[in-house]
């Protein structure tokens, strides 16, 4: 027999190992002296002996033996006028008990790691799934473990190896790799690295192009909570988090810091707007960082910075831990003084009575958080659109889902990798109430006009919200004030509660207030307005009161900032998927074919003619093996990692 090259040849011999049950390893070779190669010999894997070792004495065990000198073996020459290989030597006589049909696929020559199984391999590690269950899974895709073509040790060797990689490259190049990979694929993601004078990076800062579309129909108001560590060095990890039309906490945008400091807030806030082509939130909600608060006020100077009013009172039970405890009522009286009041006078009376009843006016942590008052006191931000949001619960909520995609173990290429499967998997929660909201209509407990037009325009969980306040409506009782030409003052009531809020219609305009300022607030009109507007027979929601970010066609028309080319994608990935929808067609046809053997025979004919037309196809590159260790490195950057600090007390 005759082959082009020394590749072919083994391939050969290498299918009638499979054949026969044995596994191939490639023996000596010989070369002339002008260094060409003349002989090649490929021999069974239990040829020779195994070599005695001086360290044999140190160890209790030892591996089985493998190699009984068997003698099976193909030798091939190069004939220089013909310019091929010729078979010189066959012996096809083995020592050992060759392996049956079901044995043969754990040999070792007749498995490869090949490139379609790295990508799989590669998606299905990055989605943090266990290598046992990835080949469980591989397996039912191609009928069985022996149809995979490898064992479980092999994905567990890959692994191990694109880790050695990994930690070669190092934290800073693994990270750099990944930003310019998602910029690759998304031509508007955008990242931003600061470094220090010795050029070791301290601060990062990314956003993908979705990002910074939701920032352009939901950044009225943001959440910014820096209480996240990354891992043990302690790096602060923040996001940029809104709400959208779903009432569903959106990423603007996150970033990893080294310190939080006044200097690191004002490159990340300035970076942030710069990425969000130059908007600044309305609002933003922090807790009482003081570094913060310094950047927002130099970078944001037009943007409301409230305080989240959860940790001022997690603050206030920590600080006056004592009166908590003495007093039951203090509670109360501290909360209302958070809530409940509409007027600033009222506001300042109550709590100079608290001060003088519980015999705190000389408490300093008071008096700073009186000095503090206009960014945490609801009186002083009912007029500010938060779009219902008075914490920063959905920066707490999403970090706390974030430790269950992401392990203190990990390196920062796997945190980025897990941080990005979080975020895919809330648009797909968005994706999901998208669909909700377009393919069926919310149950209207009355059929009246404005729950009607309001089911319309609102999603499920806005109208939700809206319904009811049009319910509490029912049960206000209102007394008319007076009239000025076109506007009447009401004085509207909760039945049976001590509350009286203040509106005022202008019947010529459908213009509504209310003292409570739940529109300006929150967006939605309150119960004391729908009130007025159902003494004064108006059926729908007045256009002035319908904020389109609420509504089901809140992301309708375009934004500067969102768009988008098309995304390239990643050659492994897209092997990947052809491997699994090669897969999935020969498992129908394995299982349609096997049910007769004229089909089976029909199959089979046509698996033969396609398996050569690929062959064909392929013939001009190198399929015979894919090396998965990747030897190419990222141009080295002098830009390192620095390491983080500790845990940050807030308040």
């Known amino acids: 027999m005759k082959f082009k090259t020394k590749e072919e040849a083994y391939e050969f011999y290498n299918a009638y190992a499979y054949k026969v049950g044995f596994s191939v390893r490639r023996s000596k070779e010989y070369k002339d002296k002008s260094g060409m190669l003349v002989t090649r010999i490929f021999c069974c ?37 013909t310019e091929q290989f010729d078979v010189v030597e066959f012996n096809p006589v083995h020592n050992h008990i060759v392996s049956t049909p079901s044995k043969i696929h754990l040999h070792k020559s007749h498995r490869k790691f090949g490139v379609a199984q790295v990508a799989i391999a590669d998606m299905a590690n990055d989605c943090g799934i266990a290598p046992k269950a990835t080949v469980a899974f591989m397996a039912r ?30 934290d800073t190049g693994g990270v750099l790799e990944y930003l310019q990979k998602m910029q690759l694929q998304d031509p508007n993601f955008f990242y931003a690295i600061q470094v ?12 993908d192009a979705k990002m910074m579309a939701d920032y352009a129909h939901f950044g009225d108001v943001v959440s910014f909570d820096t209480t996240y560590r990354k891992n043990k060095d302690g790096r602060p990890f923040a996001m940029f988090l809104g709400v959208n039309h779903h009432k569903q906490t959106v990423v603007f945008g996150a970033a990893l810091l080294y310190a939080e400091d006044a200097d690191s807030f004002i490159w990340l806030f300035d970076t942030f707007a710069k990425a969000m082509g130059g908007k600044t939130p309305k609002t933003i909600l922090t807790d009482q960082d003081s570094a913060m608060a310094k950047a927002l006020a130099t970078q944001w100077p037009e943007t409301i910075h409230r305080l989240c009013i959860w940790h001022i009172y997690q603050n206030a039970a920590s600080k006056l831990s004592g009166v908590f405890a003495i007093f039951q009522d203090f509670s109360k009286d501290f909360s209302k003084c958070i809530y409940d009041y509409e007027d600033e006078d009222e506001f300042i009376s109550a709590w100079n009575a608290m001060l003088e009843r519980y015999n705190l006016q000389d408490n300093d942590w008071l008096k700073r958080m009186f000095n503090q008052k206009e960014k945490w006191a609801l009186v002083y931000g009912r007029q500010t659109f938060c779009a219902d949001m008075t914490t920063t619960q959905r920066s707490e909520s999403m970090n706390s889902l974030l430790k269950r995609y992401a ?39 009355f059929p009246i006009e404005m729950l009607k037009h309001a089911a319309r325009i609102y999603t499920p969980e806005v109208f939700n919200l809206f319904e009811k306040e049009l319910r509490k409506a029912h049960d206000c009782n209102f007394n008319r004030l007076g009239d000025n030409e076109t506007i009447t003052e009401y004085d509207v009531s909760p039945f049976g509660k001590d509350q009286h809020h203040l509106v ?57 900032t969102c768009a988008r080319t098309n995304l390239i994608e990643d050659p492994k990935a897209m092997m990947g998927k052809r491997y699994e929808q090669l ?69």
């Open 196 to 207: 220090d004078e010795d050029d070791l990076i301290t601060n990062i800062f990314w956003a």
């Open 141 to 170: 895709q191609v009928g069985g473990r022996e149809n995979l073509g490898f064992i479980p040790q092999d994905y567990k060797n890959y692994l191990r190896s694109k880790r050695t990689v990994q930690m070669k490259i190092g």
């Open 45 to 81: 894997s239990c040829e020779g002996k195994r070599r005695k070792d001086k360290r044999d004495h140190m160890y209790t065990s030892h591996r089985p033996e493998t190699r009984f000198g068997c003698l099976a073996r193909m030798k091939v020459k190069y004939c220089r006028p």
């Open 407 to 445: 392990s203190y173990n990990n390196d920062l290429l796997q945190f980025f990798q897990h941080f990005q499967r979080l975020v895919d998997d809330r648009r797909y929660e968005e994706l999901k109430a998208n669909f909700r909201a377009t393919q069926s209509t919310p149950f209207l407990s």
């Open 583 to 651: 897969c999935r067609l020969c498992t129908q046809l394995a299982t349609r074919a096997a049910e007769t053997e004229e089909a089976y025979n029909i199959a089979l004919d046509y698996l033969k003619k396609i398996a050569e037309e690929v062959d064909a196809s392929l013939s001009g590159e190198s399929f015979h093996g894919t090396s998965y260790t990747n030897n190419s490195t990222p141009q080295e950057n002098k830009a390192t990692l620095g390491e983080g600090i500790g845990k940050r007390v807030k308040g």
């Open 504 to 560: 005022t219609y202008d019947s010529s305009t459908h213009m509504v207030s209310c003292s409570c300022k739940k529109f300006e607030f929150v967006g939605l009109l309150c119960s004391h307005a729908l009130k007025v507007l159902s003494l004064n027979n108006v059926i729908r929601v007045p256009e002035n009161y319908i904020l389109k970010r609420w509504s089901i066609n809140a992301k309708s028309g375009s934004t500067t």
